[in-house]
């Protein structure tokens, strides 16, 4: 690992948390080659997050766009319901080896936060996890199952309040406590080596989706889609697809959906390259360098940067980034629901929304597999309003 | 560079601490830094670490943030903190100022335009804070170019390695984190710092200066033969915070690095 894609990467942070990433990464690697770990890992992934998880054909959606057949990978029916308790686990078992018992971590939606309170809760270790008010207040259950889980939930006031002031908050805290505290960091974000650790730890999801849908279909899929927030449900999945002729297409937030003018959370549609947390990559800054506010409805990718994997792909052309507004992502929502059974998180009604949109440029008979990385549980609330809203204002 | 590396030389010739002062560019607005500056140099600091505001700035604690903020709310950029320094200088400030900022800002105004714009306006160096030296290849690259300082930091728990290669790298001085953690007022200095500075004294000729934590005459007493030089940023930036008018402000700093000079000697 030299923790670079292309021009993006790195690891730009403070002296004090040189020597801990260093550590990481050396026990990373050493635990790659121990047995005894990649077989404990194996046997959490199955027997506590339940994997492996299966693929779904859909009836519906998708097959009146143009007769494409729409499949899913179902992130959502793993333990905590949703991708990143993948990461979790793995990392959970690095902060055991490393020797480190307390665990801290950011979140966004919840998710994240949930799946480290579990795994920490059934591997012994004690988790803080730090949330915007703003995320806190728009995913309330995960709040309280995050506090059923034994985590300490800190609410993080500063800035804007959502996932990057959140994220501010834990490297804070780990700069402190840089000896006895592993970052558990959820995303393909942040200084070297964490995109590349948690982009391993979720490529299981690519893995498995592959294998399925070859067993499925005889084939590869025409198309594989994903939601990019951070980006690490989607760097799990596009991983095993990378040396196969199959067409990836990353979903980013266009939030109001207003294109460019702001209001939405796609650096890689309308940002321009910089430094944050601890890598360079696609960021929504303004002239002088400051990072600018972002919004979508699913929080999960109200973030103003990307994984730097993300930004060399979209330089190269591997992936193609596309967008999903709020309102396109609550029509998923509501249709993948009562059409196919299935309630998605708001992050992945974006990734259904952007295949929907794919689906309807491809061949008669093309087969797209879309990455369904989470449950909706969580968004019931705040999307129930935002329909009900939708509603009132279409009167 | 050659002010900044004259002004810690004749202070240990002097046998004295080079006491550095922080002040964030712009706060409380950009009107008043100037004063600011001069009203810390009149009362004894030796060199002027100017802050440039960032959105996100990951190594400070609440008290450089707020006032970090409160500068980008009035409109505080790289470019007008440049501006601060060749104020500064018309105004007639000699001491040598180091600006200090985070990567992005710095980077979205361009380095080489950067360095060029700060030696052009007057200014003495660089401090990075999440800078570590593996990613510092081109901005050091700059700083020769330019002829300015460019601080590379030491933490408590980075190995002699890592401490030797951060002095070799530095240009003017070297920061040496006195404690883990972000910027902040700490009541006592940490009680295993004296052997963390002989290891950093160790490591190379650079010279030090220790910041994070600072605030106290005490503290700078303390510290006095164990390193080149202090930075104080926080406990000045808060008595600014508490003083109700400019020329409040102003005698806050006069007071504060006042008290902290006369601990130097």
Redesign the interface.
């Known amino acids: 690992m030299n923790g670079r894609f292309g021009e993006y990467g790195g690891q730009f942070v403070a002296e004090t948390l040189v020597g801990p990433l260093e550590e990481l990464e050396a026990e990373y690697h050493k635990a790659l080659l121990d047995p005894e770990f990649t077989e404990e890992l194996d046997r959490l992934l199955k027997m506590f997050v339940g994997r492996p998880t299966p693929i779904t054909e859909l009836h519906r959606l998708g097959v009146t766009e143009n007769g494409v057949k729409l499949w899913l990978k179902r992130e959502d029916l793993t333990h905590t319901g949703a991708h990143k308790i993948n990461n979790s686990i793995g990392q959970a078992l690095l902060a055991h080896r490393l020797g480190k018992k307390r665990i801290i971590a950011e979140t966004g939606a919840g998710q994240h936060g949930v799946a480290v309170a579990a795994a920490c809760a059934y591997l012994g270790l004690d988790a803080t996890v730090y949330m915007g008010r703003v995320d806190a207040e728009r995913q309330a259950p995960n709040v309280q199952r995050m506090k059923l889980l034994g985590a300490r939930v800190e609410l993080v006031d500063l800035g804007t309040a959502t996932l990057k002031d959140a994220i501010n908050a834990a490297i804070r805290e780990w700069i402190a406590h840089p000896d006895t505290t592993h970052y558990l960091l959820g995303s393909v974000v942040g200084p070297h080596p964490f995109p590349t650790i948690v982009r391993n730890f979720q490529s299981v999801i690519g893995r498995e989706a592959r294998a399925q849908f070859l067993e499925e279909n005889g084939r590869l899929p025409d198309v594989v889609v994903a939601c990019v927030g951070g980006g690490s449900n989607a760097a799990g999945m596009f991983s095993a697809f990378l040396d196969d002729p199959v067409r990836l297409v990353g979903v980013q937030a266009a939030g109001e959906g207003k294109g460019g003018d702001g209001g939405h959370a796609a650096p890689l549609l309308y940002g321009e390259p910089g430094v944050l947390q601890g890598t360079r990559t696609y960021l929504l800054q303004d002239d002088d360098g400051q990072i600018q506010l972002t919004h979508s409805i699913a929080p999960g990718l109200d973030y103003a940067g990307v994984g730097p994997e993300h930004s060399h792909y979209k330089d190269t052309g591997k992936v193609e980034y596309i967008s999903a507004s709020d309102d396109e992502a609550l029509d998923a929502f509501a249709a993948l629901s009562a059409h196919e059974g299935i309630v998605p998180a708001l992050e992945s009604a974006h990734a259904v929304a952007g295949a929907l949109k794919v689906a309807r440029g491809c061949e008669p008979g093309s087969t797209v597999l879309v990455n369904l990385s989470g449950r909706g549980d969580k968004d019931l609330t705040s999307a129930m309003a935002a329909l009900k809203q939708r509603e009132e204002n279409s009167r | 560079m050659k002010r900044l590396e004259q002004t810690f030389t004749d202070n240990r010739v002097k046998e004295e601490t080079t006491l550095v002062a922080y002040i964030t560019s712009g706060y409380p607005s950009l009107g008043e830094t100037v004063g600011l500056i001069r009203a810390a140099v009149d009362a004894g600091a030796d060199v002027i670490e100017l802050g440039v505001p960032?959105?996100?700035p990951?190594?400070d604690?609440p008290v450089i943030?707020a006032t970090g903020q409160a500068a980008?709310d009035t409109g505080t950029?790289?470019?007008a903190t440049i501006d601060v320094v060749a104020e500064a200088r018309a105004a007639g400030v000699e001491a040598p100022i180091v600006l200090m900022g985070?990567?992005?800002?710095?980077?979205?105004?361009g380095l080489t335009q950067l360095y060029d714009d700060a030696r052009t306006a007057g200014a003495d160096g660089f401090v990075v804070?999440?800078?570590?030296v593996?990613?510092g290849g081109p901005w050091l690259e700059r700083a020769r170019a330019a002829d300015l300082g460019q601080a590379?930091?030491?933490?408590?728990?980075?190995?002699p390695e890592?401490i030797a290669a951060?002095s070799a790298a530095s240009r003017g001085f070297l920061y040496v984190?006195a404690a883990?953690?972000?910027t902040g007022v700490r009541s006592e200095l940490d009680p295993g710092i004296d052997a963390y500075l002989e290891r950093v004294r160790a490591a190379g000729d650079t010279p030090m200066a220790v910041g994070f934590g600072i605030s106290r005459p005490e503290h700078v007493a303390a510290l006095h033969g164990r390193t080149d030089g202090v930075i104080v940023g926080s406990a000045l930036l808060r008595a600014v915070g508490e003083a109700r008018d400019a020329a409040g402000r102003r005698r806050a700093v006069t007071e504060l690095v006042s008290s902290l000079k006369a601990a130097t000697r």
């Open positions: 960032f959105s996100d990951l190594g604690g943030q980008l950029t790289t470019a985070y990567c992005n800002p710095f980077l979205r105004y804070p999440d800078l570590p593996s990613e590379f930091f030491a933490a408590p728990g980075s190995s890592r951060s984190l883990n953690g972000v």
